[in-house]
């Protein structure tokens, strides 16, 4: 008689043993079928009142009173920005309480580990399935995006791998500092102390140019920013290809920097 273990692997419709990320991937998107309604409505409902609260809403003040932000109206200039800033919560959220709970409370990686998946393996997975859920979330703005007209270039769809990294940049930071805490204090602390004040600064709602000369440093050297600009660049169809490649370079470089940081930590706290 076939195993647990023989059989976590295998695609029981044809008989064929799964590749160890897709085993994990598909673990997750098992667990995602008992919740998808409700996420899925979220999904769609964000969008539309964060553009139409943030673009139509004040942006019919800011375009009567100040005129174009950027030479573009509010609406168009806001929207991008809203994208990038939408995968970085998205990332985020995935990568705490998710990577927390598989560990200390319901201890599903250890489970996982008992089989012949190995640590790698289950990151990979975690990995795999953040994207999946950057790939819906970035989708599912563009496509309100262009319903609100925001959308003037093609090159708008290369957005989406673009929120895809914007996403991974912080995924792999979080999973790694999640890996490592006992409880889910430190998650208020980044929600707080990081990923508000990231949202709020790094050129989502209005040019940098605003702040502070000493802050601009600052903003720069956040993975933020460099989503926002490439997403607004591609969206807006005026894209500085030098800029370009230094936004794209950057959130690769540190979309593989938080996965190596993650691969440690996570066979640290594992392993044992």
């Known amino acids: 008689m076939t195993t647990d273990l023989e059989t976590w692997g295998m695609d029981t419709a044809h008989g064929t043993r799964l590749p160890p990320t897709l085993r994990v991937l598909r673990y997750h998107f098992y667990t995602y079928m008992r919740t998808w309604r409700s996420s899925l409505t979220t999904s769609f409902l964000a969008p539309v009142l964060y553009l139409a609260a943030m673009g139509v809403g004040l942006g019919s003040l800011i375009n009567k009173h100040v005129g174009t932000v950027d030479h573009v109206r509010y609406l168009s200039f806001v929207a991008p920005g809203l994208l990038a800033a939408s995968a970085m919560q998205v990332a985020a959220s995935d990568s705490m309480y998710p990577v927390m709970a598989a ?3 319901i201890r599903t990686y250890y489970a996982m580990l008992a089989t012949p998946l190995r640590v790698l393996d289950v990151l990979l997975g ?3 399935w953040v994207t999946v859920r950057l790939v819906l979330t970035a989708v599912t703005y563009l496509g309100v995006m262009a319903a609100f007209g925001t959308v003037h270039s093609p090159l708008a769809l290369l957005a989406v791998p673009v929120g895809v990294l914007t996403g991974l940049a912080f995924s792999g930071v979080i999973s790694a500092f ?9 998650f208020a602390t980044i929600s707080r102390m990081g990923l508000i004040p990231l949202f709020l600064l790094s050129g989502t709602f209005f040019p940098l140019t605003q702040l502070p000369g000493w802050m601009h440093p600052v903003a ?13 660049m591609l969206v807006l169809g005026r894209v500085d290809w030098i800029s370009a490649m230094w936004d794209a370079v950057y959130l690769v470089g540190l979309s593989a920097l938080g996965l190596l940081l993650a691969r440690r930590l996570f066979a640290k706290r594992l392993v044992v």
């Open 178 to 186: 999640a890996a490592t805490q006992e409880n889910d204090q430190g």
């Open 126 to 128: 975690h990995f795999a």
């Open 220 to 232: 720069y050297a956040t993975p933020l920013y460099h989503g926002v600009d490439l997403c607004r």
């Open 103 to 105: 560990i200390k409370w």
